[in-house]
Structures are given as structure tokens and as C-alpha cells.
């Protein structure tokens, strides 16, 4: 730090110097990110609540029923009539908060103490972190010929040990939904913790179940499940960080609580102490703003605009590793490497992501990805086929 104090206007410029280094969502040449342009009404209810702290909630009353309306709302979107959890800073801290509920329940109430956790191959590295920050064992559950657990490999894993059992709506990766219903049942007959990660898919499936589209349930109204994680700050359009975690039950929670005897309440669960009121309250009025009718539109549009980049991709001649169901497209060129094939991509400006179960070039269409866009990214493409 310098000794003087330096001029406002200098700062900013040189701020905005460094912020035209960054990627523009709305460049549209952002393929790779679940992430997007926060709204701008979310943005201007954001910065009103910038100074508030749901870490000491008694002495931001206002705030937490927020945040306990956010929740409310999410649960019932996701089949659930009483809801219990939080918003936290995303689908990272939110699946650590699952599978650290799901290793103390096990702990207190089965006497594990030294858990493992079945997880796919295509689960999100956050569940990595998990395992090495709680101390548990991962096994890998294998996939089927369509990248999706494979239930009879998942089976083969539980063990007297298994304290959770993980599966995804919504896979980063491809997008794709695993067969939740079926490892429900699994996890209801042998009691094991079941928990879903949905921070992809809890704001887009929904919407486009309501509209029509046959997307296989993954929620509350499944008797195994736990707990799903969903990220507001994906297809919800609210500002990062805004990641939720939701409970079937309070115990989930309880089973987790340390005593806070400093602040204006007796125990504190979240794994983050001091968190901002501010992604409740922006994530409550974008939730408020669009309602189910909005959301729904934005999802048909995203779905829309995925079948139009997959279809046209074919007729050039690439090759669809599989049909999408949620917004993510995966391909790769016949002849030609994929590493080589996102490099030449990078070159002409495009920022794509390579996927690595299957290696395939990776595009994710959300909000700030329009049809224009589209249409020149394939052109690219069919120059480059």
C-alpha cells in the first residue's frame, strides 16, 4: 500500500484498464460459463443491501426473513412444502454443507466414523474438496453408455460405510440428468442420505417441465431425497455469489450447528460466518420479478436456442456426443483433435471449454449467448470443419 492517498478518477481509470482485460458476457464469446450476466434489477437491489450480514442475523431482522422467503420459495419450486437451508456463496459450499450434514447425521445417528461418499465420475470437482475437507473416502460410481450413473455400479458400491449418496441434474459437463428417481428408492430402502446437485439444472428443469418438455423428476417429491443444491446465480439470473442449499428437514442443519456465543443468535451451521444479506435480497426480487411465467420463457428460449446450435452443428458434419436435454451442447470435430479444435477457437476469439468425460468441445447457452452469436460462432465452425 502507498503512503498518500491517490485521486479518485485515477483509480478508476485504473480499474478500468485491468476490467478490459476480462471477457464480456455480452460479447456472446463466453461458451464455456454456467454463469451469465446478473440482471440489472438484481444488481440495484444488490448493491442497497451490500451492508448487511446474515452471519449475526439478530442484527438484520429484515434480511434473514428474506433469506427465509428465498427459501421458502425455492423448496416449494422444488416440491418441497416446508423448506429449511440457505443462500451461501454457491454450488461449491453449498454440496460441502450437504455432505458435511450427511457425515454428521451418519456420524450421530449410525456411528460411522469413517465415511465414504458415492459419487459419479460426473460429479463436480466440489465434492472432491468435500471428501478431503471432511475426511471421507470417495467412490466412484461408474457411468453407462449414456453418461449417466450407472444404478447397477452405484448398488455395487454402498457399503456399511456409505454415509451420502450423490447424484446430478444437470451435469456440468454435458448437462445431463441422472436416474434420480430410481437411486431415490435405493437411498429410501437402505436409509443412506441422498443428496442432489442441481446447481444447474434446480432453475432450469422446473420451468421446463411446466412448459412441456419430459424432463425426469429430481426433486422433494422423491421420497430419498435429502437435500439439492441450486444455484440462483446460473439460470436465475441473480448476481454472484448466490448459491442455495435446501433440507427435507431442520435436523439437517441442527446436526451441523456449532455455538456462536458472540453473535445475536445461539448457533451458526453454515460453513461461511459472516455472508452477505445482499444475494437473498437480490436473489428474492429477480425470483419476485420473473415468476414461473418468466422463468419458462427464458428456459423455452435457452432450449430453443441449444436444438438450433446441435441441429446445425450436424449438418456441417461434427459429431453431437449426446442429445442434449438441458442447455449444454457437447461436440467434437470427426478428423480433427479437440485441444486442436479449441485452440483454433480461442484464436478467432471464441471462449470455449474443453469437457473431459468425454473430451469434447463444450458450449453452455446461457442468457447472454443469442442466436446472432450463434450464428457466427458456426460460421467459424464450418470454416474451421
Known amino acids: 500500500m502507498q503512503d498518500n492517498p491517490i485521486d479518485k478518477q485515477d483509480i478508476l481509470n485504473e480499474l478500468a484498464e485491468l476490467h478490459s482485460l476480462d471477457y464480456d458476457y455480452e460479447d456472446g464469446r463466453i461458451l464455456?460459463?454456467?454463469?451469465?450476466?446478473?440482471?440489472?434489477?438484481?444488481k440495484e437491489v444488490y448493491c442497497k443491501f451490500l451492508d448487511t450480514n446474515l452471519g449475526d442475523p439478530g442484527l438484520f431482522k429484515g434480511t434473514k426473513r428474506i433469506e427465509e422467503e428465498v427459501i421458502k420459495s425455492i423448496g416449494e419450486l422444488l416440491s418441497l412444502d416446508e423448506a429449511y437451508g440457505n443462500i451461501v456463496t454457491g454450488g461449491t459450499e453449498a454440496n460441502l454443507m450437504a455432505i458435511r450434514a450427511a457425515r454428521n447425521h451418519a456420524r450421530k445417528y449410525k456411528g460411522i466414523t469413517d465415511?465414504?461418499?458415492?459419487?459419479?465420475?460426473?460429479?463436480?470437482?466440489?465434492?472432491?474438496?468435500?471428501?478431503?475437507?471432511l475426511s471421507l473416502k470417495i467412490v466412484e460410481a461408474k457411468l453407462d453408455e449414456n453418461y449417466k450413473i450407472d444404478v447397477g455400479s452405484l448398488n455395487e458400491a454402498i457399503s456399511d460405510k456409505t454415509v451420502a449418496i450423490v447424484a446430478i441434474a444437470g451435469t456440468t459437463e454435458l448437462g445431463l440428468i441422472d436416474p434420480i428417481e430410481e437411486i431415490s428408492k435405493i437411498a429410501f430402502e437402505k436409509n443412506i442420505y441422498f443428496h442432489v446437485d442441481a446447481a444447474f439444472g434446480g432453475f432450469s428443469i422446473p420451468f421446463l417441465r411446466e412448459i412441456g418438455y419430459n424432463l425426469p423428476v429430481f426433486d422433494f417429491s422423491l421420497d430419498g431425497v435429502c437435500s439439492i443444491t441450486v444455484d440462483p446465480h446460473k439460470m436465475g439470473l441473480a448476481p454472484i455469489p448466490a448459491g442455495g442449499i435446501i433440507f427435507r428437514k431442520e435436523e439437517y442443519l441442527e446436526v451441523m450447528a456449532v455455538d456462536s456465543p458472540y453473535l445475536t443468535v445461539k448457533t451458526q451451521s453454515t460453513i461461511v460466518g459472516t455472508r452477505l444479506g445482499a444475494s437473498s435480497a437480490a436473489t428474492y426480487a429477480i425470483m419476485k420479478y420473473f415468476g414461473k411465467k418468466g422463468y419458462s420463457k427464458i428456459a423455452?428460449?435457452?432450449?430453443?436456442?441449444?436444438?438450433?446450435?446441435?441441429?446445425?452443428?450436424?449438418?456441417?458434419?461434427?459429431?453431437?456426443?449426446?442429445?442434449?436435454?438441458?442447455?449444454?451442447?457437447?461436440?467434437?470435430?470427426?478428423?480433427?483433435?479437440?485441444?486442436?479444435?479449441?485452440?483454433k477457437l480461442e484464436k478467432r476469439g471464441w471462449k470455449v471449454s474443453v469437457a473431459k468425460c468425454p473430451v469434447a468441445i463444450r458450449v453452455v447457452l446461457m442468457n447472454h449467448i443469442k442466436k446472432n452469436h450463434l450464428e457466427e460462432l458456426l460460421k467459424d465452425l464450418k470454416d474451421l470443419y
Do not use: R
Not at 115 to 133: R, W, Y
Open 115 to 133: 465415511g465414504e461418499i458415492i459419487i459419479p465420475n460426473s460429479a463436480h470437482f466440489s465434492f472432491k474438496k468435500a471428501a478431503d475437507m
Open 32 to 42: 464455456g460459463s454456467m454463469c451469465t450476466q446478473a440482471h440489472p434489477f438484481a
Open 300 to 343: 423455452g428460449n435457452l432450449m430453443e436456442n441449444t436444438m438450433f446450435f446441435a441441429q446445425n452443428l450436424k449438418e456441417i458434419g461434427y459429431e453431437i456426443i449426446c442429445e442434449p436435454e438441458l442447455n449444454i451442447v457437447a461436440f467434437n470435430h470427426p478428423t480433427m483433435d479437440t485441444n486442436v479444435l479449441a485452440g
